[in-house]
């Protein structure tokens, strides 16, 4: 069975500073998807950015960028120019076929001014 | 394009109560998912439909939850009866069948049982 691990429970930054949360999976799959979630207070999962196993080159959205290492089944998120609006849960989700995801614990990051 | 609507928002009840979530997904999208988020925890799974028939179930304490999706559109959660333990956050998730980018999810039910 898959499983995704967040390291790190609690995270702060220094806002416009820059900041990486963690992430390793456990997978005997070649192919599959890893996406990273932004949980705010409001409680809905909104998509922060995904990642196709078969892609090498690392995807990026604006302020976010991830470390892709396939062969190290790691997945971290970089956030740059933090902002206070990026506090939130963060997790780190993994998906074989793009509809059995399955998340971490998370991580709480707080943006502080 | 409306997002996936969930309610009650928040829901307090007793111990050996019942109670029940609904979401409507978005539009045209076949998959829905359940997930029970505890507090503290990454959301888990507890069911999955395409259209009305259901896809996985695995996870779902079947003595007590139970799902329907009837006509493929709206869903309903239930439980009965409700533990302390059940106290979480049920979300709710929709996509297009197949679709690899991710899912879109609701804002949730708050669920307290005191």
């Known amino acids: 069975a898959q499983t995704v691990t967040q390291s790190q429970p609690e995270m702060s930054v220094q806002e416009a500073e820059t900041v990486t949360l963690s992430c390793t999976y456990d997978t005997s799959e070649n192919n599959y998807y890893l996406f990273w979630y932004k949980q705010p207070p409001s409680r809905q999962m909104i998509l922060v950015i995904r990642q196709e196993a078969y892609k090498q080159q690392n995807a990026t959205e604006n302020r976010f960028s991830v470390n892709f290492q396939k062969a190290a089944k790691s997945f971290s998120l970089k956030i740059s120019d933090s902002q206070l609006g990026d506090t939130a849960m963060y997790f780190c989700?993994?998906?074989?076929?793009?509809?059995?995801?399955?998340f971490g614990a998370g991580t709480r990051l707080t943006v502080k001014p | 394009e409306a997002g996936v609507a969930q309610s009650p928002r928040y829901k307090i009840i007793e111990k050996r109560q019942s109670v029940a979530f609904w979401c409507n997904p978005i539009?045209?999208?076949?998959?829905l998912y359940w997930y029970q988020q505890i507090l503290g925890q990454g959301p888990k799974l507890l069911i999955q439909?395409?259209?009305?028939?259901?896809?996985?179930d695995s996870q779902l304490p079947k003595d007590r939850f139970s799902a329907e999706r009837l006509k493929g559109v709206d869903s309903t959660l239930k439980i009965q009866p409700a533990k302390l333990e059940d106290s979480a956050v049920y979300l709710c998730?929709?996509?297009?069948?197949?679709?690899?980018?991710?899912?879109?999810f609701g804002s949730g039910t708050r669920l307290t049982v005191v």
């Open positions: 439909f395409q259209n009305n028939g259901v896809v996985d």
């Open positions: 989700a993994f998906s074989s076929r793009g509809d059995d995801m399955r």
């Open positions: 539009s045209g999208h076949a998959t």
């Open positions: 998730a929709s996509s297009i069948t197949g679709d690899i980018y991710g899912y879109t």
